[in-house]
């Protein structure tokens, strides 16, 4: 069972996956993220930082790449015409792409090597929306929606949301802006697109179902705590039925 962690940059979706990770394991669940999957355990647990993991994961996803974008065509053949369409830069079109083909092979991957394994993810498939709709400057909600239809989904969506102004003071407080290489104001278009854009994903009845939705307005550890451990049984109950 692949769950996707998902939501717009401030809203708190990699803390709440980190205590989610964190609270499973110590209920003893087995639970696993795609570079358990992908490496060798004991490698896969010495990997500390989140550019190493990346990098280790891009380097095992390679055997996967090409499998995928065969597997999901359609998305993929989208996906690029959206990335040659908004991206402002060389560069950036390279890390779109990379992004694409790393999140269509993980799908791929966990489908094939953990079918029976509760598998958490940290951004995924459902996240490109966000990624790639959010820069466009008048999206086409026709567009979003043939874009979801082709996206190999994950079994639950874990959608983490908070107010756009909450996520603004967040961002501005972390000093990580989302799309760094854009001007303030294009930043501030993508923030307010990609809340758009969430709230019109969900109108796919398919990734509906699959959703959980989680309020995340008020971010304080306890709160947070308390989130991750409900979550985390309601997981548990999915990936055991």
Known sequence: ???????????????????VRATLQWQQARVVSP?????????????????????ALETALRRW??????????????AEELVHRYSQSGRERWRLLRSVRRKLGVVLACRRLAPNQLVLCDEGTVQLTHVLFGRAPDWNPL????FVAALPKPDCVVHVTVPLQVARTRIERRGKPPVPDRSE???????????????HVYQDGDLRLRRQLIDNSVGDMATLASKASHLSEQLTKMFKH
């Not at 490698?43 to 190493?52: D, F, I, K, M, Y």
Request: include cysteine; charge should be positive; glycine fraction near 8%.
């Open 35 to 55: 570079l358990e999957i992908l490496l060798p355990h004991r490698l896969a647990r010495a990997v500390g930082s989140t550019r190493v993991a990346n990098l």
């Open 143 to 146: 567009e979003l929606e043939r």
């Open 1 to 19: 069972m692949l769950v996707e962690f998902a939501g717009c940059s401030g809203a708190g979706k990699s803390a709440l996956y980190g205590r």
């Open 65 to 78: 790449t090409s499998p995928a974008l065969q597997e999901f065509g359609s998305c993929w053949a989208l």
């Open 185 to 199: 104001s294009q930043r501030d278009r993508f923030l307010a697109n990609a809340h758009a854009v969430f709230d």
